[in-house]
């Protein structure tokens, strides 16, 4: 797949699930519930120390399926994001913008969605080639900062992580966001092993954002 159809499969979706994981196990188990709940977009965060290794067994795992894509998340520098490339990720997301993760990405051709909290970080995104840009922590920004920002700037496109809820995922949609990101209660359900309840949460969000 080339950097244009990863893009344009994260916004058919609308929803990717950031996976944390305290093991390389528990990691690919959350992930595979969320795709079994129909959710195909998957960031897989180097918090986890054996991220990249969650990276290659999904990608083996789903390799015959063109609509799962795979990606890594929490990715601060350009030695990891190229760890995280090497290891089969399409997309890489960062919690704040970094020039040198840029280039690493672009090199690859690579999306790279960073984390952008100020009109500065987000002009500053997209002179660095970055087509959809991370509002985090949306939760504290709130969706009257999305408005504000698409209206100096519409041509951005917007994913929210951070915050996010079935009850409220609808408002960050009409606000102007055009992907969510979510995982924080799919990996409290990971921790206990609870997998048929990510399924059945990831098939909710699924639905919604089909409305």
């Known amino acids: 797949m080339i950097k244009s159809e990863i893009l344009l499969k994260l916004e058919q979706q609308k929803v ?14 959350a992930a595979k519930a969320c795709i079994e709940g129909g959710i195909t977009a998957v960031e897989v965060a ?7 290794q969650v990276i290659k067994a999904l990608n083996n795992l789903y390799q015959a399926d063109p609509h799962i894509i795979i ?3 929490t990715v601060l520098d350009s030695e990891t994001a190229r760890l995280a490339i090497l290891s089969g990720a399409k997309f890489v ?3 704040s913008f970094n020039t040198n993760t840029a280039t690493i990405c672009n090199r690859y051709t690579v999306p790279y969605l960073p984390g952008c909290m100020t009109l500065s970080e987000i002009t500053t995104a997209l002179e660095a080639g970055c087509e959809i840009v991370k509002i985090f922590p949306g939760g504290s920004l709130g969706t009257s900062f999305l408005k504000s920002i698409k209206g100096p700037l519409p041509q951005v496109r917007l994913m929210v992580t951070g915050g996010v809820s079935l009850t409220n995922a609808q408002d960050w949609f009409k606000s102007g966001a055009s992907i969510i990101g979510i995982g924080g209660e799919f990996n409290q359900l990971a921790e206990k092993q609870q997998f048929s309840d990510i399924t059945k949460i990831a098939a909710e969000f699924i639905q919604l954002a089909k409305t």
């Not at 180097?46 to 991220?51: G, R």
């Open 16 to 29: 990717v699930v950031v996976i944390r994981g305290n093991t390389k196990d528990e990691a690919i188990q």
């Open 71 to 73: 990606g890594a998340g």
């Open 93 to 95: 997301v960062s919690p």
């Open 46 to 52: 180097y918090t986890n120390s054996e991220a990249s």
